[in-house]
Structures are given as C-alpha cells and as structure tokens.
C-alpha cells in the first residue's frame, strides 16, 4: 500500500512544472513549414515520388506511397487545428516546366500538426491536389489523396 501511495505521489510531481503549476495537456505543435526544411523535404521527395509513378503508370509502386487505413484509422486526422484548416493553395501561376520525361516538382503548401500533414499541391498541369500524410517510424507517407480538376484559366 506504501508504495502504490508513493508511486502515485511520484506520479502527481511528475505532471508539474518547474514553477509547480500543472502541466497543460495542449494540442500537438501546429505550423505552416518553410521550404528546405527537413520535413518538407521528406514530404515533397514522397509527393514527387507518387507523380513520377503514377506518371509511369506503375501500379505497383503506386501502393508503396500510402499508409494502409486500417494502420492509420486509430489516429484522429487534426482537421479542427486553425493551421490544417487555413492552409491556402499555392500560387496558380506556372512554376516550373516538365523535364524530358514529363516530370515536374509540385508546388505546395504544407501545415503539420503533430504526425499529421496537409499537403495542397499544385501539379504542373494545374491540378490543385489535396494529399494527407502521416509520419510514422520516420517516414512519411500518404493517408488520403483527393486529386483536382484542372485549373481553369
């Protein structure tokens, strides 16, 4: 009984702060990503990576930039978190020509909150694209993707 009282005390201290106010259980760190930050990179390389193979056709490489949803379902998608929901698009405006193989970098907007990322990419051929991801042992990888209708001049 002794010590199931002094592990409980142990417990309460460990939830205070250094100025012994309770520690705030507050939502997962919120932002908008800057270009060339190690996140964003992962993101992109993986975004780009996911064009290049559907570009290519390769189905079978398709399946390897998502996340299965029975993994994922647990975890709640943070779409009440300010930054998630004001992501805007990026610019519509052309960014960058295909190279010889039809390839393009997207140009995108990023907000992550927590493990999560919301990802607003516009394709080269002007397609707004809305892709979620998780990180997950590292990695980031595709929970949902909703592809646009072409952008309209």
């Known amino acids: 009984m002794h010590l199931a009282l002094c592990l409980h005390a142990i417990f309460a201290l460990s939830t205070l702060t250094p100025t012994g106010r309770p520690a705030s259980h507050a939502s997962p760190v919120a932002h908008t990503l800057r270009p060339g930050s ?14 290049r193979d559907l570009h290519d056709r390769n189905w079978t490489s398709i ?3 998502f996340y299965p949803a029975k993994v994922t379902a647990r975890f ?6 300010r ?5 805007a698009p990026p610019p519509s405006e052309p960014h960058q020509a295909p190279d010889f193989h ?5 140009n995108a907007t990023i ?4 493990h999560w990322a919301r990802v607003r990419a516009r394709r080269c051929t002007g397609e707004l694209d809305e892709a979620w991801f998780y990180a997950m042992s590292g ?15």
């Not at 039809?102 to 997207?106: D, E, K, N, P, V």
């Not at 907000?111 to 927590?114: E, R, T």
């Open 102 to 106: 039809g390839y393009c970098a997207a």
């Open 63 to 65: 399946v390897t930039h």
């Open 83 to 87: 930054a998630w929901s004001a992501l």
């Open 76 to 81: 709640a998608v943070p779409d009440d978190d």
């Open 111 to 114: 907000a992550v909150v927590g």
């Open 139 to 153: 990695r980031w990888k595709i929970i949902h993707l909703v592809s646009g209708q072409p952008f309209a001049t």
């Open 38 to 51: 190690a996140a964003s990179i992962a993101i992109l390389d993986e975004l780009r990576a996911y064009y």
